[in-house]
């Protein structure tokens, strides 16, 4: 029961330099779209979903919750921006569970002092694609926000052309961005990083709390979790589209999704955002744009650390990016030994993939049932050469096929979000009709086990006009 959970809310304890306290702007007649039972019940609060939506639309107080709007800053597309912060979003409360914080931030809430020039609103598209993404990502496995419900409203709201606006309600085990700290140091604010840091360790990383090197510790972790959170992001073929440090947590969990995309035919040149003329957040930009956050969170930290401590932390990303991504890749080609050789391999699929088109998902999944079965394949003359060595290369583990093909199976998803499944989702949403997203947000949460033939149509790569196409930011 909801009424029942503990809340413990502590970053509405910090100075009101944090943030602006304040309630949330309900939509007239909102409209359940989807509700996360899974999610739900893993918190301990799978209610009726309609009585949360009347509290989470506000039009049900509720006690526990101590609604603020953050203040942040950060780098867009490499420029320093001054003040960002929730311009359409709520931190409703902090849940106090036995896993931890887990926040609920309401998305789509209404205007607040940080919205700037935007009207506090996200539309049922946008929302869609939130909701149903942090499911994909959960069940990929990839630490990720994710959404508890989905609601629309009849309100319009003007983007490209007018859209009706919905809701979200996300959890995540965090809010705070790498733009939290780059806001107080740029703004000079006395003490700001500080007590920002000293909340971060005493809610997230309380073990340490005693420690002399506390602070670096805290850096260090958060250098290592973005590097393995942007590996997975390389390993599944997932595009973020903008990866600003204000979106960037500081947990290492993937978050506000916008014109994201799961790659359809391998391209590492892929650029999902329609805006980044340039290509800043490209697929294989991806990984160098992490480590360069990484560095402007450095450098909010400035004046905590010695320039060496900062550096030499700094330098670690490297090794935990890609020692992480080399695993990850040696799972899903099925070795459980590490030969130097696997890298030339691997290489060598990408650069098949690249110049056949071939579909990054499918070409993984597949493997494994091209090498545990008699039957022949259309294979291509390159790729039948690469099989051979890849073959051999197997043959050189202990495991057997079979157990080869299981690790492949449990590491290569035979389901991923492709972008015109949720445009199918999107269209049917925005007339009031529900079904696809909760039969998508099923196969999303389970994307490694075979579904079988009834599911087959949510594998198919999209037709080849609607191929890695780009997507507008606007949401
Ligand atoms: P995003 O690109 O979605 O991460 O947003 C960047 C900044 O713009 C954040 O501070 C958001 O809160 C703000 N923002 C985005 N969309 C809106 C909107 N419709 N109304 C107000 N603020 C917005
Ligand atoms: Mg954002």
């Given at each position: 029961?909801?009424?029942?959970?503990?809340?413990?809310?502590?970053?509405?304890?910090?100075?009101?330099?944090?943030?602006?306290?304040?309630?949330?702007?309900?939509?007239?007649?909102?409209f359940l779209l989807h509700f996360n039972h899974d999610l739900a019940k893993s918190l301990g609060i799978d209610d009726d979903p309609e009585e949360l939506m009347q509290i989470f639309n506000g039009n049900k107080s509720f006690e526990k919750a101590s609604p603020l709007a953050m203040v942040y800053g950060g780098h867009q597309f490499g420029n320093w921006v001054n003040q960002l912060g929730d311009g359409r979003g709520i931190l409703f409360g902090q849940i106090d569970s036995s896993d931890g914080l887990i926040d609920l931030h309401i998305k789509g809430a209404g205007k607040t002092p940080y919205s700037r020039f935007g009207d506090g609103r996200a539309v049922i598209r946008s929302s869609v694609r939130e909701h149903l993404c942090g499911e994909a990502m959960f069940g990929l496995g990839i630490p990720s926000s994710r959404s508890l419900m989905l609601?629309?409203?009849?309100?319009?709201?003007?983007?490209?052309?007018?859209?009706?606006?919905?809701?979200?309600?996300?959890?995540?085990?965090?809010?705070?961005r790498f733009g939290h700290f780059e806001y107080f140091h740029h703004n000079k604010i006395t003490d700001g990083v500080k007590t920002l840091l000293d909340h971060v360790i005493d809610c997230y990383y309380p073990d340490t709390k005693q420690d002399s090197d506390k602070y670096l510790l805290f850096f260090d972790a958060t250098v290592k979790k973005t590097a393995h959170m942007v590996s997975s992001w390389q390993s599944v073929g997932f595009n973020h589209g903008v990866m600003n440090t204000d979106n960037m947590s500081i947990l290492g969990e993937t978050f506000d999704y916008g014109p994201y995309a799961f790659m359809e035919t391998y391209d590492p040149n892929y650029i999902c955002n329609h805006t980044d003329s340039h290509g800043r957040y490209s697929f294989s930009?991806?990984?160098?744009?992490?480590?360069?956050?990484?560095?402007?969170?450095?450098?909010a930290l400035i004046d905590l650390f010695s320039e060496t401590e900062l550096r030499d932390t700094l330098s670690k990303f490297?090794?935990?990016?890609?020692?992480?991504?080399?695993?990850?890749?040696?799972?899903?080609?099925?070795?459980?030994?590490?030969?130097?050789?696997?890298?030339?391999?691997?290489l060598g699929l990408?650069?098949?993939?690249e110049t056949e088109k071939l579909d990054y998902t499918n070409t993984f999944r597949e493997l494994s049932k091209i090498i545990s079965s008699s039957d022949n394949f259309k294979l291509s003359e390159k790729l039948s050469i690469w099989l051979t060595s890849y073959k051999d290369r197997l043959s050189k583990d202990k495991n057997s096929i079979e157990e080869s093909k299981i690790l492949m199976d449990e590491n290569n998803p035979k389901y991923i979000l492709r972008n015109y499944l949720a445009q199918s989702a999107i269209e049917d949403a925005e007339q009031g009709r529900a079904e696809k997203i909760d039969e998508l947000a099923k196969v999303l949460s389970n994307p490694y086990v075979d579904l079988g033939e009834s599911m087959e149509k949510y594998c198919q790569p999209a037709p080849k006009e609607q191929q890695n196409q780009q997507l507008s930011c606007s949401s």
């Open positions: 029961m909801f009424e029942n959970i503990k809340f413990a809310n502590p970053f509405s304890n910090l100075p009101s330099t944090f943030y602006t306290k304040q309630s949330w702007s309900s939509f007239d007649q909102p609601f629309g409203s009849n309100e319009p709201v003007m983007r490209e052309d007018t859209e009706r606006g919905a809701m979200i309600v996300r959890t995540a085990k965090t809010h705070i930009n991806q990984p160098s744009i992490a480590e360069w956050n990484c560095y402007a969170l450095a450098s490297n090794d935990y990016f890609y020692d992480s991504l080399i695993e990850k890749y040696r799972k899903k080609l099925g070795f459980i030994s590490a030969q130097e050789s696997d890298y030339d391999l691997i990408f650069e098949i993939m």
